[in-house]
């Protein structure tokens, strides 16, 4: 089971962290990512980090601002989120897939945690 923590309410300019533990598979094996969805939005990909090498993917919204990594020895993936905007305030979940393919696509990812809300005010 995925489950996120660290969203909360935080001023235009500022910082979060958004934490994701994995308690119920072998966290090394899978591919992990951070998704969004904002009101009335379809959810979209936000940032990835392969199992294999550590290498990330980001959206262009984010890049720059956003950091991905993960800790296998503890079953956690981390977000830093910087310089947050207003147009940043949505639900992010953290996912999980073992398949190859395409990493930002959001049908691929089989697991996914309850989401934790993001609001940042202007």
């Known amino acids: 089971q995925l489950q996120a923590s660290g969203g909360g309410l935080v001023q235009a300019g500022g910082s979060l962290r958004l934490s994701c533990a994995d308690s119920?598979?072998?966290?090394?094996?899978?591919?992990m990512a951070w998704f969004r969805q904002a009101p009335g939005k379809e959810r979209e990909f936000v940032a990835a980090?392969?199992?294999?090498?550590?290498?990330?993917s980001y959206a262009d919204s984010v890049k720059g601002r956003f950091t991905i990594s993960r800790d296998n020895a503890k079953n956690t993936v981390c977000l830093q989120m910087n310089s947050l905007k207003p147009e940043d305030t949505a639900v992010y979940y953290c996912a999980a897939k073992i398949s190859s393919g395409i990493i930002t696509l959001v049908t691929l990812y089989s697991y996914w945690g309850p989401g934790t809300l993001v609001t940042v005010s202007s």
């Open positions: 119920s598979r072998t966290f090394s094996n899978y591919h």
């Open positions: 980090i392969y199992r294999n090498d550590d290498s990330t």
